[in-house]
């Protein structure tokens, strides 16, 4: 067994590897000469010179990858093109909002669209099932941070029950968990219309497969053949689902936090765009990446221990 | 306990609203401690039968009439009830053990999950039945296997767990749905010895559902014989196989596949060079590191002359496919020789080993993957031909395609139908007609009947015989069956583990075998004229 | 009772097709035909008309300029459409390219190298790798083609190499090696026609995705640049004046969620009529 979680590990960090080598060719190589992109074109040369010396940019190419990567592990991320304070400082502070709000959108999408699904299945061809298909083909339509919009119009502007915006920060803890409820539905949301779809799916394709017909020969009361047998079993595409999803849901924070003027990654990766911060970008954009390669690589891991067959083969 | 069915019919409710009718009339009768067979084709309604009985019809089907077991209408009792019944008074095993066990669960846990359905007895108490349970079908080192997944278990070893997980609630009948169809022959045997000794020893009652004859006189009493959803006859089983008095219940018994003795095989001229020439072959299978994990072929050499037919019979895991694999180059060997005609096939360059592809073809097993369902049969069975630049094109390629056809026995018509439009037996003909179109000398025939039904499986090989005769094609034909390697093959070779254990003529091969593995495998062998061997306590007086 | 599915159908065979097919063509025709005529101009400034209600003026209101909403949305249509259609197009072409080859030599690096970098490109969402590209060189309907795009490739890399390797298994694969055709002229002739209906299917419902994708992406400004009309840009306008004229903001998003509506349906009526065994995944 340990063979196999050494190999997945290797393998992840290999990816990473790539990603951050992506990234770093990108926003660093290509662009050419920050310096002289930031001062614009009638910038005297020793001014860009100067500048390109403080920002380390006369550094050559490998030399300033591997002092990039250096610092993620040390924490100094180079400092923001246009704030001038350290990177690390920047995202540390929108990171305690981005996390929260992916988290609740999450637990949102698995909490409200696994057991509608599995539902949704058990109920297969009646009433239910068709409303909650109905209600899912539209859910999964539906743009996240124009449920953001529609929520502040309903819930805001029209019945006032929460504010149309902003974060007052974790000093209030209740005051920020409830400005984090409208963010959370419309992020996570349109995902759990997602997760309805898929788990219907498979709960539907597992109960027609052999071992199902085993259980019930056997006489178990049939919520412990849905529950012990089927979707104990149908589990599998769903977790890939929501690993591969979990890509859509952090681009969405990007989207959301814009629309609920949350101060969170999102907000500084479209910030640190429109002024061509090019050094936020980059460890944002690693980021966003490396969340994602990290998250596929616990469903991968979780895979091991859903399906016994797969410990054997690696 | 007893059982007394009579099940008027069984129907399925199509989405227009219009009902269907599967089955019909079925009537039977399972006295206490008696053994009953139903036989039939594919479609004849007998599997829909069982699952009538068992109250695990599909959605959309259901059954009319009367299931009386020990009294009680089975058809009438709501749902509740029908689950207690199901497992604790009739228990079922079904035909695919690769299938039919939960992956994610362990195999002890399955077997108490049944338990703990029915009784109330402790956690821990239905370990140690489901312990004792593994013991009794004879899983080797049950008490270190218990806690294995289903996927670390051969399908010998799952269809005995599923035997076990259906006799734990202690049914007094088990119904069996080809259980031994997906096994091999040895394993077969242990099986179905198996189920007879436990119906002997717990006193049980046995319906055992399959579509070879020969399983069913191994070990049922009584036998019913179903066709298209209808009963065609019953009775005693010696009587209805020996002596049956429907037509279609001797059409069904003579279609075994028979060795045709009146029939001589073309001479073999020794002078003659062999159409194919093996020498030493090897295959091995190595890890990365070069650790050697298994010799699928392990130096088999032998010869197949110009027009014989050459069998080769085999249990699965014998090397047989892979043998076949290597011979037609698909798969390169460890070391040794194959020789097509005197060249060999792993010495030439590869562009002249695609001219020299046209002399030797393959027929495959299954009919159904055998064809892409979205070229049309004319273009199927001139596949093989794109390699040879002076094919013939136009209304010369047709006339050879009508002649492929007509040869393998379909119409000229069907050149223009697609592969869905045919039944297995002519999509095997199909595959046939491509085969033989370049007019090669030799052709792998890789178990081309064993997914046919009955009779048609020797309609194929009549029509083999026929193009042999016809063409000279030398044919190397590879079956786990022995009756259709007797029925056919002009020399046979048994194949175990990567060798040849024993060629010669079928008649002794098959008949009076010398070498130990030989012995068992035909002693294994069911036939439709055997006595009863399995579940009897002592040879019992024929009921004739 | 027992949990084991089979078909029944209610609607007639194939409800979710028709109605796909019915949404998809309303949205295309639209779109086409905003390129001859729309009921007013969508860019032309009417400052007395601003923030007119649906109905009162126009169809479905009008913004803060006074331009006509409803033109704009069809404007929008062609706009998103012709975005989605060809990022789309863009990752069917490399993807089952690569998924394909992949499949066809099973085994060699050559199926290692497609998954590694399908891994890769999956780690970047659409929207990241449009900021990267727009950080690079701005924004325009060229990023958000290229962004999107880059994102389809590995979709329908996993999408095409799934399912050709099961054909590969199939016996007449291996009757085509035997009878001495390449790799590369199977896969032509025997995979792709028994993949290309599946692959519709996905390419259906990742254009309703990319319509999705492209939204968000001319929410931030990233996709084409103003006057030309583009749904997402009129969300991000509408935000500022919610309480005034909740229409801006419900018209486009209805817009592009009746869109992806259409395509989704449509592609999950596709694969209805196609694989009917699948009939089952929702």
């Not at chain 2, 014989?225 to 059409?251: F, I, N, W």
């Not at chain 3, 659409?126 to 924004?139: P, Y």
Request: proline share 6%.
């Amino acid at each position: 067994m340990p063979a196999i979680l050494l190999r997945r590990l290797a393998y992840f960090v290999a990816t990473l590897l790539v990603a951050s080598l992506v990234i770093f060719v990108v926003l660093d190589l290509l662009p050419g000469n920050a310096a002289a992109i930031l001062l614009g074109t009638s910038a005297r040369p020793d001014t860009i010179a100067a500048l390109q010396q403080q920002l380390g940019l006369d550094q050559p190419a490998w030399w300033r990858y591997l002092s990039w990567i250096r610092g993620l592990f040390t924490g100094d991320l180079g400092r923001s093109l246009t704030y001038g304070v350290p990177v690390s400082g920047l995202m540390a502070e929108r990171l305690v909002v981005t996390i929260p709000l992916a988290l609740l959108a999450l637990l949102v999408a698995v909490g409200a669209g696994v057991p509608m699904g599995v539902w949704a299945a058990a109920r297969w061809r009646k009433l239910p099932d068709h409303a909650a298909s109905v209600v899912a083909q539209m859910g999964i339509a539906i743009p996240d941070f124009w449920l953001g919009i529609l929520l502040i119009l309903f819930f805001s502007t029209g019945l006032n029950w929460f504010s149309a915006g902003g974060f007052p920060g974790w000093g209030q803890p209740l005051a920020a968990l409830k400005a984090l409820v409208l963010p959370a539905l419309a992020l996570g949301l349109p995902q759990a219309a997602i997760l309805v779809r898929v788990t219907r799916a498979s709960v539907l394709d597992v109960a027609s497969q052999d071992f199902v017909r085993t259980a019930e020969a056997k006489g178990l009361p049939a919520r412990q053949v849905l529950w012990r047998h089927t979707v104990r079993n149908a589990l599998l595409p769903v977790v890939t689902i929501v690993g591969l999803q979990f890509s859509f849901l952090i681009a969405g924070a990007v989207l959301v936090e814009n629309v609920f003027d949350l101060p969170g990654i999102g907000l500084l990766a479209y910030q640190a765009l429109s002024q061509r911060d090019l050094v936020t970008i980059r460890s944002v954009t690693l980021f966003f990446a490396g969340l994602v390669i990290i998250v596929n690589f616990l469903v991968d891991l979780s895979y091991l221990w859903l399906d016994p067959r797969l410990r054997a083969r690696g | 306990m007893s059982l007394a069915v009579q099940l008027d019919a069984i129907t399925l409710r199509q989405w227009t609203g219009r009902s269907q009718t599967l089955v019909r009339d079925v009537v039977l009768d399972i006295p206490d401690g008696t053994t009953l067979g139903i036989v039939g084709e594919s479609g004849s309604g007998k599997s829909l039968t069982a699952l009538a009985l068992m109250g695990l019809l599909p959605a959309g089907m259901r059954a009319s009439g009367r299931i009386l077991l020990d009294g009680t209408d089975l058809l009438q009792l709501p749902a509740t009830a029908m689950r207690r019944v199901r497992g604790a008074r009739m228990g079922m095993i079904f035909q695919e053990p690769m299938t039919a066990l939960n992956p994610s669960m362990r195999i002890g846990a399955q077997i108490a999950e049944g338990l703990l359905a029915h009784r109330h007895i402790s956690r821990s108490e239905a370990q140690r039945e489901a312990l004792r349970l593994l013991e009794r079908v004879q899983l080797p080192r049950a008490r270190a296997r218990i806690n294995d997944y289903p996927h670390q278990l051969s399908g010998g070893q799952r269809q005995r767990v599923g035997i076990a997980i259906a006799l734990a609630p202690g049914p007094k009948l088990l119904i069996a749905d080809e259980p031994t169809t997906a096994l091999d022959v040895l394993v077969q045997a242990e099986v179905l010895q198996l189920l007879g000794g436990l119906i002997r020893d717990l006193h049980m009652s046995l319906l055992l559902i399959s579509h070879d004859l020969g399983v069913i006189a191994s070990i049922c009493e009584q036998t019913l014989v179903m066709r298209d959803g209808a009963p065609v006859e019953s009775g005693p089983t010696g009587q209805v196989l020996r002596k049956p008095r429907a037509p279609y219940t001797r059409e069904l018994i003579a279609a075994v596949p028979r060795r045709d003795e009146s029939r001589v095989a073309p001479g073999q001229d020794g002078s003659e060079a062999p159409v194919l020439a093996v020498r030493n072959l090897v295959r091995e299978y190595r890890t990365g590191t070069g650790r050697l994990l298994a010799r699928a072929v392990d130096d088999v050499s032998f010869d197949v002359g110009r027009g014989e037919i050459f069998g080769i019979v085999g249990e699965s895991g014998c090397g047989k496919s892979t043998l076949s694999r290597v011979i037609m180059a698909l798969d390169k060997p460890t070391s040794g020789q194959v020789l097509f005609e005197g060249t060999d096939l792993f010495a030439v360059p590869p562009r002249a080993l695609q001219r020299l592809r046209t002399g030797f073809q393959m027929i495959f097993q299954d009919p159904r993957g055998s064809l892409n369902p979205r070229h049309r049969v004319a273009r199927i069975i001139t596949e093989p031909l794109h390699l040879d630049r002076n094919a013939p094109r136009g209304s010369a390629l047709d006339d050879m395609v009508v002649q492929a056809l007509t040869d393998v026995g379909l119409s000229p018509d069907d050149a223009r139908k697609l592969p869905h439009q045919f039944s297995g037996g002519q999509r095997q003909r199909i595959a046939i007609a491509r085969a033989l179109i370049c007019r090669p000398r030799l052709v792998i025939a890789d178990e081309p009947t064993s997914a046919l039904d009955l009779p048609v499986q020797g309609q194929i090989l009549d029509l083999l015989r026929s193009l042999r005769d016809r063409y000279g094609v030398a044919f190397l034909f590879i079956s786990h069956s022995l009756a259709v390697v007797e029925a056919i093959a002009d020399r046979v070779s048994v194949m175990y583990r990567g060798r040849f254990v024993e060629t010669g003529a079928p008649a002794q091969v098959l008949r009076a075998p010398e070498h130990a593995y030989s012995k068992q495998l035909i002693g294994a062998e069911l036939r439709a004229d055997q006595p009863r061997r399995y579940g009897v306590a002592q040879a019992l007086p024929s009921h004739s | 009772m027992t949990t084991q599915p089979r078909r029944r159908r209610f609607f007639g065979p194939f409800p979710r097709l028709y109605l796909g097919a019915a949404i998809t063509l309303a949205v295309v025709a639209l779109a086409i035909v905003s390129r001859f005529w729309t009921p007013h101009s969508p860019t032309r400034l009417r400052v007395p008309l601003r923030l007119k209600p649906p109905l009162e003026a126009g169809l479905a209101g009008t913004d803060a300029f006074g331009r006509d909403i409803f033109s704009q949305l069809m404007m929008g249509a062609w706009n998103s459409l012709s975005i989605a259609v060809l990022a789309v197009v863009l990752g069917v072409v490399v993807g089952v390219a690569l998924g394909t080859l992949a499949a066809a030599w099973r085994g060699r690096w050559v199926e290692e190298v497609v998954m590694r970098f399908c891994d890769v490109v999956f780690s970047f969402p659409a929207l990241i790798s449009a900021i990267m590209i727009a950080a690079l060189v701005g924004s325009g309907a060229a990023t958000a083609i290229v962004a999107i795009g880059l994102f389809n490739v590995p979709v329908f890399a996993r999408v095409a190499n799934g399912m050709a390797q099961p054909v590969w298994e199939q016996a007449y694969c291996l009757a085509a090696r035997a009878a001495g055709k390449g790799r590369l002229r199977i896969t032509l002739d025997h995979v792709l026609p028994n993949i290309a209906g599946g692959i519709t299917v996905q390419a259906t419902i990742q254009t309703g995705l990319a319509i999705l994708v492209e939204a968000g992406l001319s929410f931030l400004g990233l996709s084409l640049a103003p006057p030309a009309p583009s749904w997402g840009r009129m969300l991000s306008d509408a935000q500022t004046y919610l309480g005034q004229a909740p229409w801006m903001a419900i018209a486009p998003g209805l817009a592009v969620a009746i869109a992806v509506l259409g395509f989704n349906l449509l592609g999950d009526g596709l694969r209805d009529k196609l694989d009917p065994g699948s009939e089952a995944r929702a």
